[in-house]
């Protein structure tokens, strides 16, 4: 009864987001505008977080140019999720015309060489319409992306059919190293994409690094994996150029990821989205309460034995 049930309420949320999905791009646009005034002055999203965010990432700018930013990020926030319902039904015509990849040569040399890819990028533009890379990218390779399965198992299907749509497999973070080796054991180099600009959980800090003007916590997992594997490793550096379209810029980090000394690659990652973040601030998520893990209260409650990360004992 609880698979059937599953599968009506699936099937009904599909359905009605594919019914969405075929309205005109600019009828989406519009609706996101209304949204965007709704979210920002009646819900008033996350708005504390917002600007907690903004004011510790740019001390320097004014109160006015703080709101400006704010502002100008609901309006994108609000496209990225009529974009996301849109790419249910879009055509691969429409979609290779609106996101466009650079430097796409650098990473078709790699794995024809037979050396796998971890791509970075960040909650930047639109990560979703990203995917389409699967199809930008040529090679015989297994392609792919991690993500965070959702806790609503009909949510999180919907969502994984959606962004599977284009060829690229959605992994889930604790099987990221499984796919890796299956990969290799079928005679294939991989190419994967990690966004890894989110918080991590206690247990899993590793590293500490300045980013947007705060000490960070960040995920070292991309890292460590490229090391051990030998995969080159290449930053997406994402511009949208106008409302809906994107240009996605290969940035090669590394190639030989052995050589570079621990953490290199992922101080590397966060100086390049911060870049990219300064240049146009309000394609960031800004919603995302990024630093609510301090340094402060991690060496109170914890500490670091052999590499593993354990709570101190209570006095």
């Not at 990221?176 to 899993?204: E, M």
Request: proline fraction near 3%; include cysteine.
């Amino acid at each position: 009864m609880k698979k059937l049930w599953h599968n009506i309420l699936y099937y009904t949320l599909r359905g009605t987001w594919l019914a969405l999905s075929l309205l005109p791009l600019w009828l989406h646009y519009a609706f996101a505008a209304v949204m965007s005034v709704i979210l920002a002055h009646v819900f008033r999203y996350r708005r504390k977080v917002i600007d907690k965010n903004l004011r510790a990432a740019y001390p320097y700018k004014s109160a006015a140019e703080l709101a400006h930013i704010r502002r100008r990020f609901y309006r994108v926030f609000c496209d990225y999720l009529v974009e996301m319902v849109k790419f249910a039904t879009m055509r691969r015509a429409n979609v290779s015309r609106r996101v466009v990849f650079e430097n796409a040569e650098m990473v078709e040399q790699f794995l024809s060489n037979g050396q796998s890819v971890a791509m970075y990028l960040g909650h930047y533009g639109n990560w979703e319409w990203v995917t389409w890379v699967r199809q930008r990218v040529s090679g015989d390779y297994w392609g792919g992306q991690i993500y965070h399965p959702l806790e609503n198992a009909v949510v999180d299907r919907l969502m994984v059919t959606v962004r599977e749509r284009m060829g690229s497999a959605c992994i889930p973070m604790s099987e990221t190293l499984r796919w890796v080796i299956n990969a290799k054991r079928d005679g294939k180099p991989s190419f994967i994409g990690y966004i890894s600009d989110q918080v991590p959980t206690w247990h899993n800090i590793h590293h500490w690094l300045r980013f947007m003007n705060q000490t960070t916590p960040v995920f070292t997992g991309t890292e460590r994996i490229a090391r051990k594997f030998g995969q080159a490793v290449v930053y997406l550096d994402v511009r949208c150029v106008k409302r809906g379209y994107y240009v996605c810029t290969f940035r090669l980090i590394t190639a030989e990821p052995q050589k570079m000394r621990e953490h290199e690659i992922t101080d590397a990652y966060f100086a390049m989205l911060e870049q990219t973040i300064n240049r146009a601030p309000e394609y960031w998520l800004w919603s995302h309460n990024r630093w609510k893990r301090t340094r402060e209260e991690f060496n109170r409650r914890y500490k670091v034995v052999d590499g593993r990360v354990v709570e101190r004992e209570a006095d």
